[in-house]
């Protein structure tokens, strides 16, 4: 079987469609149909029908799909032992993050990057309300993304996922606030206060989720917000309390302060999701290093925070 008809497969399991293959590929719909006629002539059996107005893969294909996977896997990892050979990683790395993993960890990796003859780093931000950054992850060499831990679905896509930190969700309060004279706030100490919320599903607004199943108290949400900056102004300004990022969050500069939870787990997991033949090249590999180093960083800035 012809290797680049195996990774035209591979991208229609990935993309969904072969509308979205061909633009990705830069090739004509037709072109992309026939070659998988192709394919699935080598093939021997059926490898896509018909569902709708549009096709899924068999069994089979998404069998086969896998193996080109594989195939691709094997393939970067022997250009990558070559490339060793040659010479040091160089060339071009894209990635693309959410808004605040990009205020803290962006501007030490574009420092380090730069150090490194030959490699480039292509960086870009993505609107937070995307509904899965995994979905990224066939454009861009390395994806940072929040969760509340690994989720299944990246585990089910094969995707390689680099767990960078852990970060504290705190609780923002108006400077004056009463709260702010307790070390840490249980979610009994927040039943009646008028929350400033995030839009539903983010891992802030699963936080308050949990508050309410331990007190069974609904939340009262005062306004919703997606940008963190306005969600600060508005806390500070006394209009309620909120959930927010510990490391980017700037209390004490603005108006607010933090205080940590008791009794509730509030943290969000950051990552960088790759698909598993991009994480075998070298300059991937050495950016996501230096990730690692950032990551490390920024949790030695705030010790016992």
Known sequence: MDVRRLELLRELAERGSITAVARATNRTVSAVSQQLKVLEREAGIPLTERSGRGIVLTGAGRMLAQTATDVAIALERADALWEDFKQAPRGEVTLTTFPTGGQMLLPGLLTAVAQIPGLVLIATDQDPLHPDFADLTPDFDIVLADSPGMLPAWRERGLTVVKLMEEPLDIALPEGHPLAEKASLSARDLMGETWIGTPLGFPYDRILRQLEAVTGVPAIIGQ?????????????????????????????????????????????????????????????????????????????QHPGR
């Open 224 to 300: 919703r917000f997606l940008d963190n900056g306005i969600v600060e102004a508005i806390v500070a300004a006394g209009h309620g309390i909120a959930i927010l990022p510990r490391f980017t969050t700037r209390d004490h500069e603005n108006g607010l302060v933090t205080r940590p939870l008791s009794g509730v787990r509030a943290v969000r997991q950051i990552s960088a999701l790759l698909r598993p033949d991009r994480a075998e090249r070298p300059s991937v590999c050495l950016v996501v290093e230096a990730l690692r180093d950032e990551a490390r960083g920024v949790l030695a």
